[in-house]
């Protein structure tokens, strides 16, 4: 590649500052904000705010509510991630035996990806309906009285099963240009090998497409944990009572409707680390991503 | 070990392409065979319908007594060697060996035991621990042999396992294949476009062209009489000679001029007639007429060490031919010369099929 010199020094400064001006602006002046009013306790009708030191953290930890979201977070995030990993693995596998790298099939197929994840949400929302819902009818027609936004076991289900239709999509895509990533040799030398075509996808097929699935793992674990904001707000009605929420959605709620800025700005501090933590991990893979030639 | 049958085997890929069309092979336990063709005669096609990795259109394909059309292919106790390796790579070499094995259900030491032997005969066994993108690709070759030989399948089965190594080792691992075979007797189908590959590897050659077997035989008898022109001219380096001859009064002459002569054969009125460059001889001027006689004009010399190979142009504008001459041999272009072949080195096809014409 050519290399291409600047005539000033301050021209790659001036075309760099856009892009620098959207991070200071759109995030790290917020996150500094956040950091700075989680140290303060605010007038709950803008007079002023208190510094308070770590309280708002002790108040966050010492709250049995917190914990309660945190325990439903895991078990959200490890369900969403689990299922719509699993789920799209399988359809994966079934469409790469039929399109044989075909690539109008393909084509196809990026439109799932292109149009889903947002009609996807609102169909899912829309089956779950309380009232008009064809899965809440059809568990009421098995004797299942769902009671979404008010029941809190039915809500978290609700919440899960729309989350993980609305994944399914983005980690289909990716799974399926996985599997046709490995090399297709490769897989007839197993099938010489191996008479049993479930132990080969286990020993074959499964381990070549782990760098895609380390990757994805990361990918669905900040969606569940973050992108689900939305989801869950529509499920709840913005009315939740005593109903399953995430540490996001907490963090909103604490904040926006409990007028507690201080506290929902320490919440944020601790998910900010949270991010960061999954950010170190994720880079540590990609850095260690196996590449097999 | 096992005897292989095809018996009018025909593949049509999406009910368009006909890759082959109606093959039959009877192949000898513990026989190499080497199907060799150009490019997209259906070599591997019809390798892989062997190997179970492509289905039968229509025909038979027996490995020993049991019909395999609709067998898996981890079933039909065969081998394969893929001409990338097709080596797994996130397994060690050991694994990459052993897999077939453990798969089928084989105790751990016997495992141990047949990877360390093949190991020993292949000298890889300094490699066993480490991943095939650490090795280099003839190292990689001789591990994707392992992985076949540990099986002691039935069959090899071999596509190009070759081409991509460079041309030193590729003729060192083409002597040790043969010498493994030998001393295996594994009944072996070898598939290369690679005509000395063919020859020196081959108990029978099938040559195969647009998916048609041409001609079945030993390598010395398919070069001694070639069935077709397609024969003559893919199996022998340089290429044989092919003029096309009309006849007259006096017997053989060029369709179009002087230059050529010899005695009417077949006592037909036009042949393609074949000589090999080995098989022309430089005569003096005036020497006693022979089965061919050609004049020609030297155009180049081309030394490659051993001989050299002579290309002229015969009589007034007629085709270009080759010549083996020795090595040292010394001409200038532009100069006269007389060739002369034996009656024995002579070959006559049909002109228009191309088939052979014998007796
Ligand atoms: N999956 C396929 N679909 C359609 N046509 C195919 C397919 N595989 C092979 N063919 C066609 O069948 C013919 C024979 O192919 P094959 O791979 O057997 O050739 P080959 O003799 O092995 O050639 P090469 O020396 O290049 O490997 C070719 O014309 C090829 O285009
Ligand atoms: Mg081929």
Known sequence: ?293 | MATITLDTVRKVYGGAVEAVKGVSIDIADGEFIVLVGPSGCGKSTLLRMVAGLEDITTGEIKIGDKVVNNVDPANRDIAMVFQNYALYPHMTVYNNLAYGLKNRGMAKDEIDRRVKEAARILEIGDYLDRKPRALSGGQRQRVAMGRAIVREPAAFLFDEPLSNLDAKLRVQMRVEIKRLQKSLKTTSVYVTHDQLEAMTLADRLVVLNGGNIEQIGAPIEVYDKPASTFVASFIGSPAMNLLKVKTDASGLAFETGAGLSGANPHGRDRYIAGVRPEHLDVVPAGSPEAALTLKAKVNVLEPVGAESYLYAECGDGGPEIVIRVESHAHFEPGQEIVLSAKAKDVHFFDADTGRRIDG
């Open chain 1, 1 to 293: 590649m050519k290399k291409v010199q600047f005539d000033s020094r301050l021209t790659p400064y001036i075309l760099l500052l856009p892009q620098l001006a959207i991070v200071a602006i759109f995030f790290l002046w917020p996150a500094a904000e956040a950091v700075r009013s989680s140290f303060y306790l605010e007038d709950p009708f803008g007079f002023g705010s208190t510094f308070v030191g770590l309280d708002n953290f002790k108040d966050v930890f010492a709250d049995s509510n917190y914990g309660r979201v945190v325990r439903f977070t895991g078990v959200f995030t490890f369900c969403v991630t689990f299922f719509s990993l699993a789920i799209a693995l399988v359809l994966a596998v079934k469409a790469d035996k039929v399109i044989h790298g075909s690539s109008a099939y393909k084509t196809l197929l990026m439109w799932v990806y292109a149009v889903a994840p947002p009609v996807a949400g609102l169909i899912g929302i829309f089956l779950f309906d309380q009232h008009v819902g064809p899965i809440v009818k059809m568990f009421k027609a098995l004797g299942w009285d769902m009671r979404i936004g008010v029941n809190y076991n039915d809500t978290g289900f609700a919440m899960v099963v729309v989350a993980v239709w609305k994944q399914i999509p983005v980690n289909f895509i990716f799974l399926l240009s996985g599997l046709q990533g490995i090399s297709k040799s490769v897989q007839e030398a197993a099938a010489i090998d191996c008479p049993s075509g479930f132990r080969r996808f286990w020993t074959v097929t499964f381990p070549l497409l782990a760098p895609t699935g380390f990757f994805l793992l990361i990918i669905n674990i900040t969606y569940a944990l973050f992108d689900t904001f939305g989801v869950i707000d529509v499920l709840l009605k913005t009315q939740p009572g005593d109903d399953p929420i995430t540490l996001v959605y907490k963090v909103y709620q604490d904040g926006f409707r409990g007028n507690d800025l201080g506290g929902s700005s320490a919440q944020s501090v601790i998910l900010m680390v949270v991010v960061f933590v999954l950010t170190v991990i994720q880079f540590r893979l990609i850095e260690r991503r196996v590449h097999y030639n």
